[in-house]
């Protein structure tokens, strides 16, 4: 049976198309027709690999992603794919109510997810093949083929759930609606670890770990108990990493593609193809980590460019900022307790989904105890902006001067009629070995004047309700100098 | 233990680099994440940082990204003084600032700094790293015999072997005894000051 072009999943067998091809596409019976829906978007071509009993067994899938082309997995990954708790993540939206400025930014965490497997499996490949390889003490961290062939299967799954435990709207509501000590990643632990998905790993091909599937996906910083040596940081820094982990270029690529912001472009395939294990002999250390041959050095410096207009342009707009605190407010008042409940039965059965419906439920009923909460979201009355601190702001000595103005605005104006927004300036300065033709290992700092320079972006804001801006912002100018010792 | 507010320990860090500085170290961020793992355990205060192991031993990326927000707001800058080296850091006029602002209240906490600045500005990453990573070893398992300790930073670490590794465990040793009798109570009081 052979797949034709207008219809590609005929000929494939079990749960991933119809036994029989049907003539006409149109003429495909109900349950065939369920089936093909419910797995549209994995686009299978005739990649068989071994026939049964007349059957052809698939063991390589591809999905169609406007990123990448195509992303494959093995049938065993297709495990993870499925699972409920992967499935879920259709349904969180990859950069919260961001939609409501960049109306574009519908994607999920769904499709980013498949894209970090994709990069990380790529970054793999070109790290660990041995031509890539100069230097004694890095071929010492590199396991045997078997070992190998393990490790690879625990990063391609480690990517695949490094966001498994992401609260509805992602990081909007994380750092005010979960009990002390939880955060996503611990949540994301907590799942990796759930008896649905070790019952998947003990299955897989190699069987994996899930301690070790844990420290690649959340990274030392999160994985705690649990040490990484050397080599499994690394890994974990293929896909978390700072300077070029995949989730990054993914994320950046992939919120530029749709927000419609072309500045979170990079050319990543030259960065992955130029990535290297590097001693850090200009650190005088023996212990290796992850650089870049000096061709691909501008290509790094595109990706941290790419991530600073993209934090300036779209994460840290001060409108998307201001609707993640509305909608903080909104669900403080609506959840139960006032926080989302760390059960993974509850967890996983909470999505953007149910909090938008409640949103919209609210708004429609006048009466409702959240409806100016829900209002500010679904009508755009979100607060406005009255005080962004300057760099000079900070000459009076306070580091963080919108913190005293937004105390001082809340006494003039009332708590209801003020929000505060704080973001510490983000890391800009990554410092990675790099080879250069000569051979030699040199600091990215010292080479790139650019990765050295590129300002840190920090947001310290403060908002008040549309209907006194005018006044908060004659009080600003009245009062801020003062406030700030700068008279 | 509480935990100390962000001006303070942006004067705890200025602090500690003039020290290493004065004792001629070359302050590159793996001096100053292993020299404040120390400094912070030995001053029993929660500066805020979680350590945990990493890059050349325990790091804390909540430090990391406190040196990165202190360089944004201009406490501190990036030199490259060391043919070979990366960046090292350094104190700006800002940054003197905010440390004399700040000085009296982070007086109790100044052995502690003057202790740990003796001990290791003139090491190198590499010594760093063997002597931050058995003290680690030593924290988290301080009833284990050296030898099993040295098994484990080399587990951690393979690139120390087990004779570097056991010589490290043994300086570990030796510097928490000095700094009881150096620093004695007055480190129980620094979380109650503070």
Known sequence: MRASPLYPLAGLTGRFGPQIAPSNPRNVGHKEHKENIYYLDLVIYSVAIRQRGGKIMKHNHEFRDPIHTFISLRTDERRVVDSRPFQRLRHIHQLALTYLVYPGATHKRFEHSLGVMHLASRIFDVVTA?????????????????????????????????????????????????????????????IIRSPEMLEIWETMTPRLRSDDIIKLAVGPKKADPLELDTWESILAEIIIGDAFGADRMDYLLRDSYHAGVEYGKFDHNRLINTLRILPLSYADTDEPALGLESGGLESSEGLMVARYFMYKQVYLHPIRRVYDIHLVDFLKSWLPNRIFSTKLKTI???????????????????????????????????????????????????????????????????????????????????????????????????????????????????????????????????????????? | MECMSYSLRCAMIVDLLKKMRAQGSWCGETHIQKAMYISQDLAKVNFGYKFVMYKHGPFSFDLKDELSAMRASGIIEFAFTHKGYGPSIRVTTFGERIYTVNRENIENCNLVNDFVATWLASSDVRSLERIATAYYVTKKNPRDPVIERAKKLNSLKPHVDLVAAEEAIKIIEQKREQAKREIPLRCELHAEVL
């Open chain 1, 130 to 190: 041995p031509e890539n390889i100069f230097d004694d003490s890095v071929r010492r961290i590199i396991p045997d083929e078997e070992a190998k062939r393990y490790w690879k299967s625990v990063l391609r799954t480690a990517a695949l759930c490094h966001d498994l435990g992401h609260l509805p709207f992602s990081h909007a509501a994380e750092d005010q609606l979960l009990p002390d000590g939880y955060d996503h990643e611990r949540l994301t632990k907590d």
């Open chain 1, 348 to 487: 996983l059965g909470m999505t953007d989904i149910e909090a938008l419906a409640a949103i919209r439920k609210a708004y429609d009923t006048a009466k409702s105890s959240n409806y100016a909460l829900a209002k500010r979201i679904e009508c755009r009355e979100h607060f406005r902006f009255f005080y962004s601190a300057s760099p000079s702001d900070k000459d009076g000595g306070k580091l963080i001067p919108g913190r005293t103005i937004a105390a001082a605005a809340e006494a003039s104006f009332g708590r209801a009629a003020i929000r505060y927004d704080y973001v510490p300036p983000k890391s800009s300065a990554p410092n990675f070995p790099v080879r250069r033709y000569d051979g030699t290992i040199e600091s990215s700092l010292k080479l790139s004047p650019i990765l050295e320079k590129l300002p840190a972006i920090e947001v310290d804001t403060v908002y008040c309700d549309k209907s006194i801006l005018a006044d908060a912002v004659r009080w600003r100018q009245e009062n801020a100098a003062k406030l700030l010792d700068l008279e």
